[in-house]
């Protein structure tokens, strides 16, 4: 595929998303301006796109779509369940059919099944909306010196509409025929004068550009913003003047933009200049106290052109900045190591400014990744409706904090667990409609998704209002499995964790939905894949939640470097709380427990030392580093501190696999391999450690 195949297909894909989102939102709130308005917009973008690359078939089936969505737009027709789930279809076949055109693959029986039936679909229902009334378009013809007194009546205006076309106009998608289209929808067109001065000789003539305009009377009881709403979605490829006649001020402010133009109206009878001729004397007098306030020019367009500020980027290119970001991180700290040894004042001033620039410069390539969720999140909201309509259930599905940004490389390895945890809460979490209301619940369950960051991570919560988690089934079935021992006994929390084991299914028959006993145990695994943490929580009859805690990057974070025995950590710097000495009282009040009292509050202690079996040595001044992951914190008993860097995050070999509270490595300004703690790992090994005591 080369690069505008592949520019064209995620701009397509960017689309079918602002589709379905579209789809589901009219679902759940009802038809609207705005998301009706982002429905035909996609689905016109699509077309005048796949024009471009003369994909017939999928120019052809959209085209269908858009007018009828453009007919439904204008009447203002409802949507019911039956014409929702027929755009679905639309959306899902209009995305098979890109998929095909880029890989120039040709459609499957099945695909052509659905876009003969959709079609056809799409046909009947156009015919049955349109408007009896309904003008076609028609050639006008010039009227001389018109009356326009005569045709002004009390309900409506006359409006002269001045358009000039940019030259990519046409790439748009959409053409000028559509435009008068709209106008003879709203009104009359009185007289329409094509301006032609822009048009080359043939042989400099590009078939893709546009050079004609229009100078338009047009008769409407409608407002200037209804007006304006007709080149919405070509707002920045249209130079407009709009306004009601005669109005002598806006023709002067049109005149001044186009040379020439005044004769031209003149001749064709839309504009007199007699009366400004007899106002030419008050004019001078007005136009001179104008020009001692304001010293700005008259802007020359009603209506600014916006030009996008976004570009477009290979997400591999992005990855090899980050990359290479990395290795400068490791660089400097190398220069750093070597410049500490120097005693010139300037150059070291010169490495300090020189960090400074880097952690600025991290901070800005590392955000080039970052997302916001709820664009990626949105597609979820599709599969909740799907899955519900497929059980027959009643289910409100919402997300929160989708402003919230993460990496956008975890987003893409987040976005299966994330699908197969919210079947598995539509499915096992949310009752029938009539069990709900027999336990005098509403009838239509909710499903929510959160997102939010907590010292250095990002949050993710699925929380439903159903059944919630029956803790006696699931320990009997995980005993039945042998995934536990007969005699196990289990806290709450360890028995909820069981359905994330390999095997573990609650579900009585197996279907396209659950039942396998495969899935939650992927999830788990991927979870922890992304260097995160899947935690866990029901009551029963009100519900469950699934909480997944991850880093906000993968590539490079702020740390904090201490020493055990021989061996140097790093800490992530968003979990540490502060970092204080053990004194001699401390050790005292400790004697043989691992708890200190920290201003009047209890807080465990781990010693690193112990936990990583490093070599104690005698007359080392212990410190305690307080690290807070979710609602715990503990504190980690080390050796030495030696203060902040920037550190890359480089994965560990399979000889680490089974440790415990580690989730990566880094190298040092000096060569040395330095270790990262997994901060969530050494918590739960801590708060494990003390149940089983």
């Known amino acids: 595929m080369d690069e505008d195949l592949e520019l064209f297909y995620e701009d397509a894909s960017e689309q079918l998303s602002v589709m379905e989102e579209s789809l589901l939102d009219i679902s759940d709130n009802g038809i609207n301006d705005e998301n009706m308005g982002g429905l035909f917009r996609a689905m016109h973008t699509i077309k005048g796109t796949a024009g471009m690359f003369s994909f017939e078939g999928l120019v052809s089936f959209t085209h269908i779509a858009e007018n009828l969505l453009d007919e439904m737009r204008t009447v203002k027709s409802p949507f019911n369940d039956e014409l929702l789930q027929l755009f679905l279809n639309v959306k899902d076949l209009t995305a098979i059919l890109v998929e095909c055109s880029v890989n120039e693959e040709e459609l499957s029986s099945q695909a052509q099944n659905s876009l003969s039936q959709l079609t056809k679909e799409l046909e009947n229902l156009l015919q049955k909306n349109l408007h009896s009334d309904t003008q076609e378009v028609k050639t006008q013809e010039t009227l001389p010196q018109l009356d326009f007194s005569e045709l002004n009546t009390q309900d409506s205006d006359m409006w002269h509409v001045s358009m000039r076309f940019s030259e990519d106009f046409f790439t748009s998608g959409m053409d000028i025929l559509a435009i008068f289209n709209y106008f003879y929808k709203l009104g009359e067109i009185i007289i329409n004068t094509p301006i032609i001065d822009d048009i080359p000789l043939i042989e400099d003539i590009e078939p893709l550009n546009a050079y004609i305009g229009f100078e338009m009377e047009f008769q409407s009881s409608c407002s200037k913003e209804e007006i304006e709403e007709i080149f919405e979605f070509v707002e920045d490829d249209v130079t407009l003047f709009i306004f009601k006649t005669p109005n002598q001020d806006a023709y002067a402010e049109l005149f001044e933009a186009y040379d020439g133009l005044e004769e031209l109206l003149n001749e064709a009878g839309v504009y007199d200049?007699?009366?400004?001729?007899?106002?030419?004397?008050?004019?001078?007098?007005?136009?001179?106290?104008?020009?001692?306030?304001?010293?700005?020019?008259?802007?020359?367009?009603?209506?600014?052109?916006i030009t996008s500020s976004s570009l477009r980027v290979d997400s591999s290119k992005v990855d090899l900045i980050i990359n290479q970001m990395s290795e400068i991180v490791i660089a400097n700290a190398k220069v750093e190591v070597l410049a500490s040894s120097s005693k010139d004042s300037n150059l070291l001033e010169s490495i300090e400014s020189l960090n400074l620039l880097l952690e600025d410069l991290r901070d800005k390539v590392m955000g080039i990744r970052m997302v916001a969720?709820?664009?990626?999140?949105?597609?979820?909201?599709?599969?909740?409706?799907?899955?519900?309509?497929?059980?027959?259930?009643?289910?409100?599905?919402?997300?929160?904090?989708?402003d919230t940004e993460l990496d956008k490389t975890i987003i893409e390895k987040l976005s299966d667990p994330l699908v197969h945890m919210l079947r598995n809460s539509v499915d096992h979490g949310i009752e029938m409609p009539d069990v709900r209301e027999a336990n005098k619940k509403d009838r239509v369950g909710k499903i929510s998704l959160k997102a939010y960051t907590d010292s250095g991570m990002i949050v993710i919560e699925i929380c439903d209002d159903g059944a919630g988690i029956n803790k006696e089934v699931v320990l009997r079935i995980a005993k039945e499995k042998g995934i536990i021992d007969q005699d196990a006994i289990?806290?709450?929390?360890?028995?909820?964790?069981?359905?994330?084991?390999?095997?573990?299914?609650?579900?009585?028959?197996?279907?396209d939905i659950s039942g396998r006993g495969v899935g939650m145990d992927v999830v788990k695994n991927n979870i922890e894949e992304l260097r995160g943490l899947l935690d866990i929580d029901s009551k029963s009859g009100q519900g469950s939640t699934i909480t997944i805690r991850l880093p906000l990057t993968l590539a490079i974070i702020g740390g904090f470097i201490v020493k055990v025995g021989d061996t140097k950590y790093i800490i992530p710097i968003e979990m540490i709380q502060e970092c204080i000495e053990l004194t001699p009282q401390m050790r005292e009040e400790m004697k043989d427990n691992s708890f200190i009292n920290l201003r009047g509050e209890i807080l465990p202690i781990l010693d690193i030392r112990e936990h990583f079996h490093e070599k104690k040595y005698p007359n080392i001044r212990e410190n305690i580093v307080i690290v807070k992951y979710a609602n715990y914190s503990i504190g980690l008993s080390v050796d030495e501190l030696f203060g902040e860097m920037q550190t890359v995050v480089k994965p560990l070999g399979n000889i680490f696999t089974n440790v415990q509270g580690l989730n990566?490595?880094?190298?040092?300004?000096?060569?040395?391999?330095?270790?990262i703690f997994d901060i969530a790992k050494l918590i739960e090994s801590k708060i494990q450690g003390e149940n089983n005591v």
Do not use: M
């Not at 497929?390 to 989708?402: D, M, Q, V, W």
């Not at 990566?664 to 270790?675: M, Q, Y």
């Open 273 to 305: 200049n007699e009366e400004e001729e007899i106002q030419e004397v008050v004019q001078e007098v007005v136009v001179q106290h104008v020009e001692e306030i304001v010293t700005a020019k008259t802007p020359k367009s009603s209506k600014k052109k």
């Open 373 to 402: 969720v709820e664009s990626s999140f949105s597609k979820l909201k599709r599969i909740v409706s799907d899955t519900a309509k497929k059980l027959n259930k009643e289910i409100t599905f919402e997300i929160i904090g989708g």
């Open 490 to 511: 289990l806290s709450d929390k360890e028995i909820f964790k069981l359905i994330f084991e390999a095997g573990f299914s609650t579900a009585t028959e197996v279907s």
């Open 664 to 675: 990566g490595g880094t190298i040092l300004g000096n060569g040395e391999i330095a270790l």
